[in-house]
């Protein structure tokens, strides 16, 4: 069963710290880019593929129309089998849902809300470009709710700039108080060449110590405990049964096909992406190619991007579905590797096979990285 993603690369205004494919100040190119998307969905050539997951991500896919969004999910009806209980998650912003927007968009199927809250402190939010105040994030989530869709999601960042464990302690308390099943906390990472990399290059700001972050990152993980979160990926919690299904695809190597400018796909072990530039999009969509990278995956990095995809998920790899994807045992391709992942106690047995430990957490990176052979 395959995922469905549709790429809105629009915002309201870039943030400080994105590197995401995304473009403020160019919603002129929305209506063309909506009907280019469409025509992209139609001229799939594997039509009548099963999906059970759609993602609309950007960018801020809540800047669609609920017209724009139709047109959209009829497309990708006319060409995908979409199960009955398929999950239709769509990205949105504070600033723009309200009550009316998300009960119009659940007429059209969407039962799944992500919403880029990032923080509850309006000091916090200017500083980050964030559009919205503390109290639209807390209306969103509820104007979600009252709209009919209770499967809602929220992302938090901590590590900031500025930022104290105090401030991350408030963010968990209003958490707390919010009808939210999912959250996807994020360490900030510093990516060059965004305004905060910039920032930071030029010491205008510092960030918080190491120490700090580690002790942001612990009450974190305490808090959701408490609250009867699932910590079942790195970065995400889930009440029971509310995982992010689609998100799961990506870390438990099941294909995916993307739709508009910049989109990932990875189906029949190639994985390829689009284009960036959006006038080129619209120009291309539908008569001419659209792939800007495309990479064939052989045997042996199919099993590498298995290990390390799996072990971001607290389920960890299961031996014996390694085995069944790959016709090989994994310790005759990773038996050296996991015996000095368990030596350095950074991996811990489970039912299945393995997973990262609490150690393994704070260093996923090296981890991942070890499963990369030369």
């Known amino acids: 069963m395959i995922g469905l993603y549709i790429h809105i690369p629009f915002c309201v205004h870039k943030c400080l710290y994105c590197d995401f494919p995304s473009y403020g100040g160019v919603q002129q190119y929305i209506s063309a880019y909506v ?6 969905i139609k001229t799939w050539t594997g039509k009548g593929l099963q999906a059970d997951t759609i993602y609309f991500g950007g ?3 809540s800047l669609l129309t609920v017209s724009q969004l139709a047109q959209i999910m009829e497309a990708l009806q006319q060409t995908f089998y979409l199960t009955h209980d398929a999950e239709i998650t769509l990205e949105a912003n504070p600033d723009s849902m309200d009550t009316d927007y998300a009960a119009d968009i659940a007429s059209l199927g969407v039962n799944r809300v992500s919403l880029g809250i990032q923080s509850f402190d ?3 939010l200017r500083f980050l470009g964030r559009v919205h105040t503390a109290a639209q994030g807390k209306g969103a989530v509820e104007a979600v709710w009252n709209g009919g869709i209770e499967n809602i999601s929220i992302d938090l960042m901590y590590g900031l700039p500025h930022q104290t464990p105090s401030m991350v302690h408030h963010d968990l308390n209003i958490l707390a108080s919010l009808p939210i099943c999912h959250a996807s906390i994020y360490a900030l990472i510093v990516e060059e060449h965004t305004p905060l990399w910039a920032g930071l290059e030029q010491h205008d700001f510092t960030l918080p110590s190491d120490e700090n972050v580690e002790t942001m990152g612990n009450e974190i993980h305490h808090a959701m405990h408490q609250l009867g979160y699932e910590h079942y990926e ?8 509310k995982r992010s299904r689609h998100n799961c695809k990506y870390w438990q190597y099941t ?5 508009g400018a910049s ?3 990875f189906y029949k072990e190639t994985r390829w992406a689009n284009i960036a530039n959006i006038p080129q999009y619209i120009r291309q969509a539908g ?7 495309k990479v064939v995956i052989d045997e042996k990095r199919a099993q590498e991007d298995y290990c390390f995809l799996a072990l971001r998920m607290h389920d960890g790899i299961s031996y014996k579905a390694f085995e069944k994807q790959f016709g090989t045992t994994i310790e005759r391709e990773f038996g050296v590797v996991l015996t000095r992942l368990f030596q350095q106690n950074l991996l811990e047995k489970t039912k299945e ?7 393994g957490l704070a260093y996923g990176n090296y981890v991942f990285s070890q499963f990369i052979r030369e």
């Open 35 to 40: 009907q280019a998307l469409c025509r992209e």
């Open 59 to 61: 960018g801020t896919p």
């Open 122 to 124: 309006d000091c916090m």
């Open 234 to 241: 790195i970065s995400s919690y889930a009440k029971p049964g």
């Open 255 to 259: 294909p995916y096909i993307g739709f």
């Open 263 to 265: 989109a990932h796909s």
């Open 287 to 293: 008569p001419h190619s659209l792939i800007k990278d």
């Open 353 to 359: 096979g393995c997973c990262l430990s609490s150690l």
